[in-house]
């Protein structure tokens, strides 16, 4: 399944999906994470030094062989160059699936090894001022999104991207790709404000999406995030010291974080599940089609000179079967 933790910069994004991630190490999960956060931070929270971090291979910088490798021999897209962030699997084209080797991990995921077991880590790469609002072609998270929309993940699979609430995600259909989308909001005014946005482009696209809220301190803050997101609200997570040693370089072996902590992820796991349970790969598809037409025709066409909706494959659904290890490429 694939999860997407949200918010406004400095509300705990990043320090929640990487608890998430050791919480779904720690119960033997199959884990992919991207971090797609304009500020790349996610290497550091998962325990990795600034040296290991700073090498962290850039998805942006390999947008073409995504491109190449994903396109496989599907003959509606002509070349890598016709290719765009939004361009949707058809038959020949090559999936991806969390529990493989492929040439895309190769180049740009890394091996990150925690307490409980391994995980596999991918950055965007750090944002530049030009990535930023515009429904970019070379955009850094659409290296991201056509790999998300050629994923095919089972019940055990968990692709956890760590993203910002931007623009962005909202022109390209990003934000309608996940299973599950937690908005991690502190019990403030601008938190809440990231949250009603979101729920507004969220609501036509039937997005799910509920509201963790961080530094909850005491039932004021509870009572307040309570009255102003209502039932979205999922659960709060409080101070943790566990958090605090780590980001001073002393961190402690997971299973000694706050007991009421990993109870939360447990409630943000169990969510998840849920959500993927309901999932309608038919609209799946169908979304990821949406996108590309409106893509196509705002800016994708005028850029590569291409009828880009003659890419869409009409009888193409991305499907479970192809998640299998076993499962043939569909052809
Ligand atoms: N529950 C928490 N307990 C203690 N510190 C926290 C908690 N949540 C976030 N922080 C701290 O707040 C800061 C911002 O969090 P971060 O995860 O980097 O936010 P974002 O990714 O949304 O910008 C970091 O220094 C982080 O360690
Ligand atoms: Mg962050």
């Known amino acids: 399944m694939k999860i997407a933790f949200v918010g406004k910069g ?77 361009t949707p699997p058809g038959e020949g084209s090559r999936l991806l699936r969390v529990r493989e080797n492929n040439p895309i991990y190769e180049a ?21 001022e030009s990535d930023l609002g515009v429904a970019c072609y070379h955009s850094k998270v659409g290296a991201v999104e056509l790999c998300l929309n050629h994923l095919v993940d089972g019940p055990d699979d968990y692709v956890v991207v760590d993203m910002t609430a931007g623009s962005d995600s909202f022109a390209s259909g990003m934000f309608t790709r996940f299973d599950m989308t937690f908005l991690v909001a502190e019990p403030t005014r601008k938190g809440v404000s990231v949250y009603r946005q979101y729920k507004e482009y969220a609501r036509d696209f039937g997005v799910a999406l509920r509201v963790v809220g961080n530094k909850v301190q005491g039932k004021d803050d509870l009572e307040y995030l309570r009255s102003e997101v209502g039932d979205d609200l999922l659960i709060t997570v409080g101070h943790s010291d566990w958090v605090r040693a780590m980001e001073k370089g002393r961190p402690d072996r997971f299973e000694q974080l706050e007991a009421e902590n990993r109870m939360a992820l447990q409630a943000l796991q169990n969510a998840a599940d849920d959500s993927y349970g309901q999932r309608d790969w038919e609209r799946y598809t169908r979304q990821m089609v949406h996108f590309h037409l409106k893509n196509a025709e705002s800016w994708g066409n005028e850029k590569t000179g291409a009828d880009l909706a003659a890419q869409v494959d009409p009888s193409f659904v991305l499907d479970e079967r192809f998640a299998r290890d076993d499962a043939a490429q569909p052809v």
Request: glycine share 10%.
């Open 10 to 86: 400095g509300s705990g994004k990043t320090t929640l999906s990487s608890l998430f991630i050791r919480h779904l190490a720690a119960n033997e999960a199959h884990v992919v994470a991207v971090d797609a956060d304009i500020n790349q931070h996610l290497g550091a929270a998962l325990g990795l030094d600034d040296q290991e971090a700073a090498a962290l291979p850039a998805m942006g910088a390999h947008l073409p062989l995504i491109k190449e490798y994903l396109r496989g021999s599907n003959p509606r897209i002509a070349s890598a160059g016709t290719m765009i962030k939004t």
């Open 108 to 128: 740009c995921a890394r091996t990150v090894r925690l307490d409980d077991g391994e995980i596999r880590l991918m950055a965007t790469g750090p944002f530049t």
